[in-house]
């Protein structure tokens, strides 16, 4: 007979539109078997165990759902009458708070708001009845957040596991403008193969989120081991002891970054924000912080020993999209960027995210690859760039 720690179900993780197979990737290599690939999410099956990884462990993941039941309902009374079978009081106090957010694709269904709150008034109606008293909502910081998710007639109720999303790691305590969210970061350098075995520059840093995942990437260090608090403490089977196991597990994992990881920027504000945050990460001995114009001054590579320019590089960029410069700037901006890796960068590989098509087309690079991801509501292109010194030729082999 299995233990509930042993005993598998059909879990959900939920992401960024464009890294749905990165995520179903990184779930196989925890050990988990990946049921479906759907659009910003993938099923699992998983145990007690394997959820508590998921959590620790996912890079570009942004909850994690556990399913609580499943049922059919047309109608707002229906809905209500199911949540109204869930034995309440084995997943909450009436002392503790809770909170319930909705994703609704329905014609029987028109406001996500309104399912949530027929959620809401069954649970409360379920413990007035039994106990006279009912738990109170707290959207900000609840000990259960559920979620109804309702597709036409069928209906999922999840417990979040998380809790706040996943990207928030916790070692962010600054930001530039438009910081780049966590997530889409590590999706980025999954993408691009990143794995700490060169060296990497991201030299329009920012905030240095890129960087510092990129860190993360290459000292093994899982995301989670920041965070304070996940959904699952404040459950009835927190198992505390298998957690802290977990965490100790993934602690030691943790290598020194095999090669060096820089991150600059033109902005003295924005250097200043990614040194805290670095600092904040404890990552000042894998991140190096510098204050350069990308397009000016010698190569991050080129500084290097002679072992990192034969490995050659891996560069990252989130450039300016044009919000703020006039299209005459930006389309000159891009310009300097694809000389200066052509001319500054051979042997290594770039990747760029933008979201201005038509900037990209003044890089002046043959790009190897595209992907499109989504920066907020933003649809950008990711391309990659592959460098080299002259002209590339085929080999011919004479037979």
């Known amino acids: 007979m299995q233990t509930p720690q042993q005993s598998t179900i059909e879990m959900v993780a939920t992401t960024f539109n464009g890294l749905e197979e990165v995520l179903a990737t990184e779930i196989a290599a925890l050990g988990a078997s990946v049921t479906q690939v759907h659009k910003r999410a993938v099923s699992f099956l998983a145990n007690k165990r394997l959820m508590y990884m998921a959590n620790l462990h996912l890079r570009t993941a942004l909850h994690i759902y556990v399913p609580l039941q499943k049922f059919i309902a047309r109608t707002p009374e229906q809905l209500y009458r199911n949540i109204s079978k869930i034995k309440w009081r084995e997943h909450l106090k009436k002392q503790q708070t809770f909170a319930v957010s909705s994703v609704v694709n329905s014609s029987y269904f028109t406001h996500s708001k309104y399912a949530a709150l027929k959620v809401k008034d069954a649970i409360v109606d379920q413990f007035r009845r039994q106990t006279g008293e009912r738990p109170s909502v707290d959207v900000r910081k609840p000990d259960l957040q559920l979620h109804i998710h309702i597709n ?40 691009s193969q990143w794995s700490g075995t060169q060296p990497f520059v991201d030299p329009m840093c920012g905030s240095g ?35 802290e196991i977990l965490k100790t597990q993934a602690l030691k994992q943790c290598i020194p970054a095999p090669h060096p990881i820089t991150a600059a920027d033109n902005s003295p504000k924005a250097v200043a924000i990614a040194r805290a945050n670095v600092a904040h990460a404890q990552l000042s001995d894998s991140i190096e912080v510098k204050m350069q114009d990308f397009n000016r001054g010698k190569s991050h590579i080129n500084m290097l020993n002679e072992e990192a320019e034969q490995l050659g590089g891996l560069l990252v960029i989130n450039p300016p999209y044009g919000e703020r410069l006039t299209p005459a700037n930006i389309e000159q901006l891009y310009k300097r960027i694809g000389n200066t890796l052509k ?57």
């Open 209 to 243: 989120t890129i960087a510092i995942e990129a860190a993360l990437i290459a000292t093994k260090k899982a995301p989670g081991l920041y965070r304070e608090h996940f959904g699952f403490f404040t459950w009835a089977n927190f198992d505390k002891d298998l957690w």
């Open 343 to 399: 001319n500054k960068y051979p042997n290594c590989e770039a990747w760029i995210l933008s979201a201005n098509k038509d900037a990209l087309k003044n890089i002046g690079l043959r790009s190897a690859k595209k992907c499109l991801l989504y920066n907020g509501a933003l649809p950008c292109k990711y391309h990659k760039y592959e460098l080299y010194t002259g002209t590339r030729r085929k080999k011919i082999v004479s037979l």
């Open 152 to 191: 036409e007639h069928y209906c999922t109720l999840y417990k979040d596991s998380s809790g706040d999303s996943l990207h928030k790691r916790g070692y962010r305590q600054q930001t530039d403008r438009a910081p780049l969210n966590e997530v889409l970061a590590a999706g980025m350098l999954l993408t």
